[in-house]
């Protein structure tokens, strides 16, 4: 299963905001309870936050942009989160779609 769990912005409408939909995303996951989960464009804490409401058997991994940078506005990411009860995890690497795929692009 996959989402675009959008930034964790102000929203023009205060009942969209992550805070609000965090909610909704979690009783999808409970009710289909996916083996794997791929999260689009969160951030560290909305993550963070989500998984909070997420049965403890899911794990998180995931490739952080920017660590060096000190604005949390440049710390989206790409996050998969597991079933640590069904599947078990070997190692993890990080590739580029691109010329040069182990070098940040």
């Known amino acids: 299963m996959t989402f675009n769990i959008?930034?964790?912005v102000q929203e023009h409408d205060p009942?969209?905001?992550?805070?609000?939909?965090?909610?909704?995303?979690t009783e999808t996951i409970e009710k289909w309870q996916p083996s794997?989960?791929?999260v689009q464009e969160p951030f560290t804490n909305s993550?963070?936050?989500w998984q909070s409401h997420l049965p403890k058997y899911?794990?998180?991994i995931g490739y952080q942009s920017d660590r060096e940078h000190q604005s949390s506005d440049r710390d989206y990411q790409v996050a998969i989160?597991?079933?640590n009860q069904l599947l078990k995890l070997l190692e993890q690497d990080y590739i580029?779609?691109?010329?040069?795929?182990?070098?940040?692009d």
Do not use: E, G
């Open 6 to 8: 959008r930034f964790d």
């Open 15 to 25: 009942n969209n905001h992550f805070t609000k939909r965090v909610y909704r995303l």
């Open 36 to 38: 794997i989960l791929r």
């Open 47 to 49: 993550i963070q936050h």
């Open 58 to 60: 899911y794990d998180c």
């Open 81 to 83: 989160l597991y079933n």
């Open 96 to 104: 580029w779609l691109s010329k040069t795929p182990r070098v940040v």
